[in-house]
């Protein structure tokens, strides 16, 4: 084609960048790389961002105040169609920047075009998607506190339960069942911790690094970090539009989140099971059977437990797909968004429906407490031992074999008299069996992070403080 | 068995806890649950937690200072023959642990059965490993920080070279070779301050927590934690036998490291083929082949981008062997250490041998500079054009145009004459061409973050003061 | 409530198992519960299968012929609203099974309730996705041998083509580019296979085995598998509804063929950049940048390559989930479907757009050619003292060193006198000079699986039979 | 150098590959590099590998006869050495293969330097790995037929024990306990299944495809796949060099192997607590508690379980590993082992330590029965209304609301009058209540695949036969 022939086609190309190209795309792979499906959702994020750089571009001369003006007013209205659920994407529509760019020149002329200088979708993408998980972040922080406070609400009104303690799911020691909840509290606290400490690194400008070199115009790009609220710019523009670190950071915090939601609902469904009865279930948070009409069903707490997979695979996800790739901006990159947003989407809904389902259950007391005692104790008599000077190790042999009795000739160790204690050890003396008593054996671990009343309140409080007041929750704090 | 005959037993049971126990473990199941093969590289951790342990025994007045002497001096001993290698475990050590204990009572008598006073396997193996993998995070900091140098000294090294940016494979736009080095002093950076994230919520103290509920002894855990350098003691003891978010923290952060290293090595691969022919690597860094005899291989690259897959691996057995298990210790966890303990030396190890690789690249200057030019200069004209004033994407469309008529016509970009140029734009002047400058184009990329060589130097020096002087590296000290 | 007022709410209950609930489902529960937005692409499948039910249960006498007619007519009126698109699912429905039920019961009345007898969802789900999956299966196949078919005709093309063979990514030995399509052909081949192997599994009936431990009725179960193509029916109902082996394996299968069209995209990225120079990308099938008019990217192939994170991660959702299951059906099962969808139609996606751009590249056969030559030809020299009588390993130290001389010296190898060659060893006759020669190296490759263009011809006509006439696709078959 | 220096160096190198390096490699890179601390293992496959390779080098006139056994019997001394443990590894010995040559050699002489004619590392170690994966598939499938042995003996032991069935860990239905186990062996049986598939695609011989492009000598392949007992030869040397889908094919099969364990281990977790009761561990397969006396642990179900974990993450490692390479080898392949070995001793150790175990499971017969009744056998009542003619879906709501009368008043099925019953539905007369027994209910299950004894005893039958008689484990063949 010759120069002419080419300039004949017009200034106005269908694509971004088909300038040079003289066949059209094949529609097969129109559709293949098309990701509009999936980042339609970052369209919020894609507008602010491009009012913050088209400030930018008229602080540095580019534009001039009418121009700015212009634009800024045509992405209002393009963000307000969006909101109002009247926008609509074109097939031809390559991905939301673009879909966003095209509706813009529409409302507002061929001054839309001039939105893009300075830029690329390099440096646009990570900028979106950056003050998306910065929004995402602190949304899944406030439903992490959430069920915080639902925990600290379930340990206020527990307090006077006894649950048996399990190791290797055994009953080892009687807790308080607010202790119980307190430590899946302790895990949330750091849950929030981490999305803290991914947050600042999220937090960061990568507009400006332009495809890969840097913009190839004097822009301050702090002044636009500050207008959309980033702490920092980025300081290499190569990285910049390679990294997707904070991605893998923010699915790996998210994996935790969920695992540790898949140990509490595990024990919803062993504890709402018959063989445990330790809660009921209210009908409103359980489901039924298709066949079996007495059945109802921990459902919520098997999906939350099952959902941990989808966030683990997210992050199995975009591992492999960051594996090996040269800098800097390969297009493999797209593919960071359907496991983001997927996993976000996923534990906030399993952070919201267990928020709601705590209240609701209804502890079996009595059924805990009987479950607490018993053999359970036996550490008891062993410290026992062990405050008369027998080492740790002979007390525990000791206590071994009273057990060992006990269970042989089906004997509970509180039926046992101070005479038959003293045939295993001299140092028993009547006092020992004052020692079997579930208050007394919680009582007597009062150190700090035992299961005594006293310092489950104190830490129930402490809790209540930080999620609240916010303010940062660093391990050291607690200390 | 009759109380009797149970304790014609003797107090000395061969295991730490069969006082229970009738019949004599099955040798697979010994062999099965042995974890000696592995832990017994944190007997130095595990000892260290002894003595701070008996000192805490003594103060709570569990211990005479004359037990406690006599018990920490023994634990020097074997600390000693563990350093001179003259330590050997016995077949019926189920751990590091009891290997020790079991040394330290053959060494000082029963009174080592005192060591294990207030105090479980549970909290003591968690406290072993939290500082175990201190030490560990401390270490790859320092190799990070090695790594790091040794780019920064590439950086310096190469600051006139010129190399062509690529985005998808294809050149893009021209950038100090510097530039690019510093791209991966980024990532390291946000390693280490990842690192240093992680090493807070490791560096809390679970020891106190007993088996489950809190030591039955009223131990001062902040004073323990003092001589142990934690900064922090845990506080809920179901929580902190149960936990170990802070290995799957570290393994995320490792697995960042490995995937930043595959991306690396990767470069280094393509690198130093004969067809981007940018590298040479020394003899000493390569490996040859058992067929044939030209072949002079990056073995070292492909191996630490082969073995980012271990380090994924790690992340995803630790993950999976978690979901789901409720409160507090099961015996699955501990299979933490050999995902953690692999990962840790495979990075470690990636991270030394880049590090001596790195300096010795034999760099070819000229060949990259070939390759940087030509159409890799096309985004000048059409920023050229911005700056008359056209919308960017008109000014594209132009220069898309352009590139499109060399291409057919097998021209360089800088042969065409502004007469040729004017054909696709008016707005084209005598200038235009003065665009089509390798060294304009890195000059313009001014701004923050871009590869201009003032930037680049004044980067170099913010990092050299990062990696040496230490500090925080935050993301907000560089904003 | 008394029995009466129970009654009193009719018998006609809003949810598929509600009988024994007092309280309505949580609103929130409705939605995190609901799978329709997922499983609804079963629509076609859960009826196919209720047909054939419904005339297991008229052969069991459970029916009558009138009411068995009215079912599966109703249910065909259903399947056509599908296909219409004209089926309106509720907000009420909790999975496709119930959307069925429920437009089926309003289409034929309360017979419709009928369906449901000796079934539970536990067993039809399982029976629906076997179903789907196996159409999937069949559909992959197909797009394997597509792309199969499309990489043979490549291979017919370029048989006169030469390319360097490489190891670690440096030139290595010529080979025909022919042989190097095979190569992924014969991966493809393997897919194919082990799509079979999985098949087998999948097509095995599990309906009957109702909610766990078999239907209450006498079905004749082995008549319902031939109705819908099943081999074999399942023999233990509790292992039927909690079996999800056969996903895993197809994902795992599905991992694979992702993998292989990984490294085909990393060959296809490689080749069509400057450095290589080996391919040109069709405009149809590459994209532009946004920023830089000159690019061509290799989209697709960076995309294809991107997406084996989605597939590996899927694997790895559906492995998580199953992790530590009790017996039998759990909830968590639902979690299965989402991995299974996404990567399928993942595959599929990548199947079909590298089966449509394979035979758009262009060969750039010159280049090529230019490269397979030099050093690749070493391995010929070894081989000629070999012949000789000289042990190998000192043929490969005498050429290498012949090597490092030309290296040194930047000479070729061909350029070589028979008298410098004796100077390395006196084996080296002017024979030796001959052996210097592309098509001469390539041409002894005439053993199984070499390179010579015999074989290379052969293969080609064996697995364009074995791509066309389908039939068993068995190593031993090859052997 | 020139050419004479170069040869003063003697023709034998130190390195199978330094002919051409004058530096020599640096330690660090030596240790790097150095894969025989995993690859010794496989010393008896590489022997045998080698022996039909030097048979094969006779055939072709490569080697004459006298020097084929002098090699065969040094092989054979070096295997000797290796079985009786006095062969000795030196650091410079890169890897087992170049370890055994070396040691050839100095047994028989510099003829040792021709076992390699006509073969690369590459198709050698392609060749070792399947030849040490086919004897370890053979043992595991042997591991997988000895457990299943063990499961139906217990099914054989347990046919009057009844237990409950259950889904989302509800009671749902009672069970035969033997159909629970034959639930085991089902799965067991496809793992085994899965391992006959994949071991077809192992058992095919890559030796003769040299570095990558074929062996230059007409080797006879064939003849060495029969020496050596594989099925086929690899049909394209670029694909045999770089093909380890065989070993992402075993680690899946694995994966499955190691998930269906963690479901058996997590039920003898669940069922061993004192919640369940419905096993006891004997003491010589539990362990106890280094702080509580009372403890008896089931540690070995805990640690099947928690390696789930390992099996999974060795299967990531390896797909991480090869996505994205290039053709043909490259050194990240040698990260294929560590995963690879590790993985099937894992499922190895477990699967013995369970066979073993199993028989000594102490079954709580009688609480079992307890569990089983109750609610369980609701579906009776409502199938029973369905033989009145009463749709499925009303029958189940009505029996629904059977229950919850039952639940609110407390108040067990069986003690429901016939006239109670009535006024929930007037279809119920005096022989409803005859259903309600536990016997019944498992008795009516009696179609294919149900928990009526029977079939329980058939199926029994059917898989002593498969695990005794070998055969094909075709699910057509269950059919």
Known sequence: MSPKARSKRGTKAAKAWDGRFQEPTDPLVEIFTNSLESDLQMAAQDIRGSVAHVHGLERAGLLTSRETARIVRGLGRVAKEIRDGTF?????????????????????????????????????VATDVRLWLRDEIDSATEDLATLTRALLQRARTDLDVVVPGYTHLQRAQPVLLSH?????????????????????????????????????????RRAVARELGFEAVTENSLDAVSDRDFIVEFLSAASLIAMHLSRLSEEIVLWSSDEFGFLKLPDAFATGSSMMPQKKNPDVAELVRGRTGRVYGAL??????????PLAYNRDLQED??????????????????????PKLEVQKARMRDAAGGFSLATE?????????????????????????????????????TAELKLFSPDFEPSARRRLSIDTAIGRRSLVGGTARGNVERRIKELERSVDGGGRRRPQKRG
């Open 88 to 124: 609509r994407a074109k097939a031809s529509d390559e991905d939301v920047h673009m879909a966003v760019e095209r509706r813009l020149t529409e409302l507002v002329g061929p001054v839309g075009g001039k939105v893009h200088t300075g830029r690329s979708r390099n440096d646009q």
């Open 180 to 220: 119980h909840w307190l430590a899946y509290a302790e895990m949330l606290e750091r849950d929030r911790d981490r999305l803290a400490d991914t947050r600042k690194r999220v937090n960061v400008l990568p507009l400006g690094a332009g495809a890969l070199s840097g913009a190839g115009f004097r822009l301050n």
């Open 316 to 325: 199995v996800t975009i591992l492999t797909t960051l594996k090996g790739l």
């Open 337 to 358: 968004k359907p496991p983001l947003f997927d996993a976000a989407r996923t534990i906030r809904g399993c952070l919201a429906v267990l928020a709601k389902m705590l």
């Open 381 to 417: 008599l062993a410290d026992y031992l062990v405050e008369r000077g027998l080492p740790f190790r002979q007390a525990h042999t000791v206590v071994g074999r009273v057990v060992g009795f006990c269970v042989e000739n089906d004997r509970d160790l509180s039926s046992l008299t």
